[in-house]
């Protein structure tokens, strides 16, 4: 870290910033903004208290008391002191695993996932050919099945986009579970480890 801190700053002509990627392990406040404690990090990163309300705004489910865990990329120089300032951030909710989520209520259902020992990928961006896009996949049972969270009530949008990734499931057959988070979570037990019942 020393090294790449001595980098940074005016080199001749060459004002030189740096990209830090990290995991946010603490938000501190200082007298001028606040301190990021990262991860296998002994010094913390400051930030200016603009930067970092901006950050809370744009990324508020990573920012959230309630994250499980999140990531941060900053851009990075060194101050007069010789202290990393974050000049700009972007920052990702995940699971404790490092698994992203794009709310907490997936964070649930990731470990959930994991809990009954499923293999499983989150999709992450559209492909040129992709209808819909799943919050995760179950690549563990034949043929995969697609999970689904359904998190927002009462938008007409949300609702009409529900409907065409139903419809589209079941044009494909695909096996589809689907979570609102008012309801329990479904069953998630694989179907080969899961345990007959009673003989009648």
Known sequence: MEAFRTRLGRHGPTERRGLLLGQVKEVAPTPYGVAYRIAHQHTPLYARAALHARAARS???????????????????????????????????????????????????????????????????????????????????????????????????YERRKAEKRAFYQRQQDRLIEWDITQPLPDLAHPERRRPGPKA
């Open 59 to 157: 990324y508020r489910h990573a920012f959230a008391k309630t994250a499980a865990a999140r990531i941060a990329l900053f851009v990075v120089e060194r101050s007069p002191k010789g202290h990393l300032i974050a000049v700009d951030v972007a920052a990702m909710l995940t699971t404790g695993t490092y698994i992203p989520a794009d709310s907490s209520h997936e964070v649930v259902m990731a470990a959930a996932l994991a809990g009954r020992r499923h293999a499983f990928i989150k999709p992450w961006r559209y492909d040129t050919t992709a209808t819909v896009l799943p919050d995760f996949v179950l690549t563990d049972v034949t043929p995969a099945a697609y999970v689904e969270v359904y998190s927002i009530h009462g938008r007409e949008d």
